[in-house]
């Protein structure tokens, strides 16, 4: 039984819809990270399990009750907004203590769930500052101890790093992975930054015009993308849209207009329309032919960019063009504009999916 | 200090002095112990305050003004708390439309409200009453009480209130905790500015006062109108002692300025 579980959940918004059809669960403990693009109604999502927005259809059940039209100061959950939302008239103390307080908690209990939970936020001595006298990240922990004073049933997390500067960002994101762990709360993360929902979650649901379109592990989200759209979403990927030209078991060979190329697909017919994903770091280029059985597409480099960790280069064939990373390194070969070379990838590393012209 | 600077500060003065100067002649008045106002000062005396606290007109009028000003002020604040709240927060129908109606007594002479009040009163067979009064003044009122707190609340971030009630605040216990606190600037300094603007209103209560209902202008007016001497401005001295007085403490007390 999932702890939070959101079945056939519709919103409107005058003429739009914004979420058609969403089915969700969350099983208990799990950090579940809402990943997708701007607009693709993951804050509405958010928004109708905190219950600020009632959904249109469908229900909404929270450890087996159905909350669906309970009102959200009766549903424990404990939300950190993107903006804080901390009381700025109120101490950090009272801040953290608000939801126990509204609990008609005694004064000796709110005082003890309050430096416990600033304790395991790691922030002491502060309790008596007011939140403007405090720096973002303290900020920020005082907004995640608030919301793990009142003990909630679920923890919802509304891109919570999103106003914080790169390095604050990574240490933010452990220190709530491992309040996370710690206190063991059911927790809905919600992002549009795919680096921080692969690194924190234990599954991932990506959303796209208001549909889930696939729920797995980061590492099978990054590999195994079920849906071109997640396939494109995740990572740098290369999609070619070819058609089967031979099937080998599990291995394919795909032509499109200007390539031949050779990945793993299960379940396709001679003639059926596919396309072929292969991300950007998979793909080695090489001046000549490697002979460890990689497969191998003649290209010209078309441009390149220098990007610290990777230089990014543009390979044009015929028809199409490939995004291909290479790390950089003292021994790694750099390959002028104009060149023409080889990109080699295993054949493992090329995953081939139905093609969806419909979407 | 530059020549400009200097000339600037010069105009401020001249200006200031001009606006203040006539004010400061009533309060030297009030001590003067002529008999005629305004006169030529003869000596200091307080025979005015004296005779101000045994003048049974002028004591029911202070009484009536007060509680008029009071009830207005406070009709005002909570009507237009509700109303800034509504129009900062909801986009709908008619919005504008509803803000324009809601500032419109400022547009409309006080005479004409006073008199369409009267009119409409009569109209209805009904008397002059207090509760008349207070209903006009709170209407003339309205416009500076709506826009204090809708300054006050365009700042408020309405998220507030979404994580008070997922910290299992109810819709009173958040207004109570977390929006009034936080508009409480915009709503005491609409507050005072409207209690003072009924307290010294002399247009609007021309029409709508009898003998027992007179506030504190209309008893001035009249009694100038007969007598000319230095009481009325012992009454107009209290009135603005009693204005700065009122609003130093509430600035004391909720810890904002609104004096400079």
Known sequence: MPHLELSHVAKHYDSTTVLPDLSLEVEAGELMCLLGPSGCGKTTTLRVVAGFEAPDSGKIRLANEDVTALPSQKRDIGIVFQSYALFPHLTVNENVGFGLKMRRRSRAETAQAVNEALKLVQLENVGHRLPRQLSGGQQQRVALARAIAIRPRLLLLDEPLSNLDAKLRDEMRTEIRRVQRTTGITTLFVTHDQIEALALADRMAIMDQGRIVQVDTPVNIYERPAHPFVASFIGQANLIRGTVSAVQGSLLRVVSPSLEIVGQGNGFLVGAAVIAIIKSERFRLASEKPLDGSHCIPVTIESRTYLGATMQYICATAAEKLTIAEPNGADNQKFEIGDAVFAAYRPSDCLILASEDKT | ?260
């Open chain 2, 1 to 260: 200090m530059s020549a400009r600077r200097f000339a600037g500060w010069c105009f401020l003065a001249v200006l200031y002095l001009f606006l203040l100067a006539p004010a400061v002649m009533v309060v030297v008045d009030s001590f003067n112990s002529a008999t005629s106002f305004p006169g030529p000062f003869e000596s200091a005396t307080l025979h005015w305050y004296g005779a101000l606290f045994q003048h049974d007109e002028f004591l029911t009028a202070m009484r009536v003004s007060s509680f008029v000003a009071a009830a207005a002020a406070g009709l005002a604040t909570c009507v237009s708390f509700f109303a800034a709240y509504a129009l900062v927060r909801y986009s709908f129908r008619g919005k504008n439309a509803l803000q324009a109606f809601l500032l419109g007594p400022l547009f409309v002479p006080q005479i004409v409200i006073g008199l369409a009040m009267l009119q409409m009163l009569s109209l209805l067979r009904l008397q002059i009453a207090l509760s008349a009064l207070i209903v006009v003044h709170t209407v003339y009122v309205m416009p500076f009480t709506l826009r204090l707190i809708m300054t006050a609340l365009a700042r408020f971030d309405f998220n507030l209130e979404d994580a008070a009630h997922s910290l299992g605040a109810g819709a009173l216990e958040t207004l109570w905790h977390v929006t009034l606190p936080l508009a409480r600037t915009g709503i005491v300094a609409g507050f005072v500015f409207a209690f003072i603007l009924s307290f010294v209103n002399l247009p609007l209560s021309l029409f709508l006062t009898n003998s027992r209902t007179a506030t504190l202008p209309v008893v001035m007016f009249s009694y100038m109108e007969s007598r000319i001497d230095p009481l009325v401005a012992a009454a107009a001295t209290l009135m603005v002692a009693g204005a700065i007085s009122f609003t130093m403490l509430l600035e004391r007390v909720f810890r904002f300025r609104l004096l400079g």
